[in-house]
């Protein structure tokens, strides 16, 4: 049994033919796209990376603090998830369950759509697990029948190179005439000197291995960087290019700045060496990883060493970055949820997009 479990795991991993979890909720519509010029529309985009160490959700947990629907609402929600589960053999290579997605779906579902708000506002568009990672993306009502083209892609880059305990879940769609896509990422761990390279190399791994379906009749982008619109997010474990003593003395004297300059995602990003062309909002906020379950104490700070002697010096391994033009950032912040190791990440976005007029503004247009 585990031979063959194991070999469609590989194959399924390797070639991305797992779709069997993907939820996408989508009226069918039938738009006529003929050559009409394009008109500009803004959209807010609320996006949020969260490793939630293996925690499932309690039936009453509320986000509505986090997704800040009351004083910040959005148009789009997406939430990417590492460690919904547990990275144990048993979930790397047995079958995918959807039990959890279902409990992290209702959880913001309900905080989406609180108590007030009118019924059914907010819909989730799409919905896609790979062993750990999670990636949910809900669409207000209103800009429902104005997405097309749905689908989700997996890489797995973990055990043997291709297993989905670390590597990347994409989700991409079309609203109205622009493409988006958001690639969330659980990338390979590890405090050692030369472990950036190996996230470095998951990073290019997914790039050039993500691979959207598609036919002859659907002109639609095929590949990550095809598309207009481009947000990855995740537990992307880039940390401090600094001893471990010098890292927690910059730390317990708060001296964020000249942490950060040691940063490893800013410096590869700084000298091209991975995701050239990306970029990333300014960090004002401590590092996210690694804490004690339930307190605001980082693992191996004043507690001895860490199980094992690992103590993990802090790092902020949560990130949020984006390429393509039409993206404005305007909210880069981390939350003060102790569910995990981790505290999230959220960010709010202004993307514009491009919007065919309507019939009627075409007529006064040729009348003109």
Excluded at 28 to 42: G, H, K, M, N
Aim: net charge negative; with cysteine; hydrophobic share 35%.
């Amino acid at each position: 049994m585990w031979p063959k479990l194991v070999a469609n795991k590989i194959l399924g991993k390797r070639f991305g033919t797992n779709n069997s979890n993907f939820v996408a909720n989508l009226p069918c519509i039938d738009i006529e796209t003929a050559l009409v010029p394009e008109v500009p529309s803004l959209e807010q985009i609320f996006v949020s990376t969260w490793n939630v160490g293996g925690v499932a959700p309690e039936d009453d947990l509320s986000i509505e603090d986090w997704l800040d629907v009351h004083d910040h609402p959005c148009d789009i929600y997406v939430l990417g998830f590492q460690e919904v589960v547990p990275l144990k053999a048993s979930a790397v290579l047995g079958s995918e369950n959807p039990t959890i997605q279902t409990k992290w779906n209702a959880a913001i579902g309900k905080s989406l759509n609180w108590t007030g708000h009118e019924q059914g506002k907010f819909h989730c568009m799409a919905s896609k697990q790979m062993v750990g990672i999670l990636v949910t993306v809900w669409v207000h009502g209103e800009l429902v029948p104005h997405i097309s083209h749905p689908s989700a892609a997996c890489v797995g880059c973990g055990i043997m190179g291709c297993l989905g305990n670390k590597g990347a879940v994409s989700v991409r769609f079309e609203l109205h005439e622009t493409s988006f896509c958001f690639v969330c990422t659980h990338l390979a761990s590890g405090d050692r000197q030369a472990d950036h390279k190996l996230r470095n190399s998951n990073v290019a791994e997914i790039l050039s291995r993500t691979s959207f379906p598609g036919s002859p009749l659907l002109n639609s982008p095929r590949k990550i960087l095809d598309h207009d619109r481009v947000i990855l997010l995740g537990d992307l474990n880039y940390r401090i290019s600094l001893p471990e003593a010098t890292t927690r003395s910059l730390v317990e004297h708060s001296e964020w700045n000249e942490l950060l300059e040691y940063d490893q995602l800013k410096a590869e990003l700084r000298n091209g060496r991975a995701l050239q062309g990306w970029q990333e909002g300014r960090i004002g906020f401590v590092p996210t990883y690694k804490y004690y379950p339930n307190s605001d104490v980082y693992y191996g700070s004043g507690h001895g060493n860490g199980k094992g002697g690992r103590r993990r010096a802090p790092a902020w391994c949560d990130r949020i970055i984006w390429c393509g033009e039409g993206l404005t950032q305007h909210l880069y912040v981390r939350g003060e949820s102790k569910l995990s190791d981790h505290r999230p990440v959220k960010a709010i976005f202004t993307a514009q997009v491009g919007v065919l007029p309507k019939l009627e503004d075409l007529q006064s247009l040729f009348a003109s």
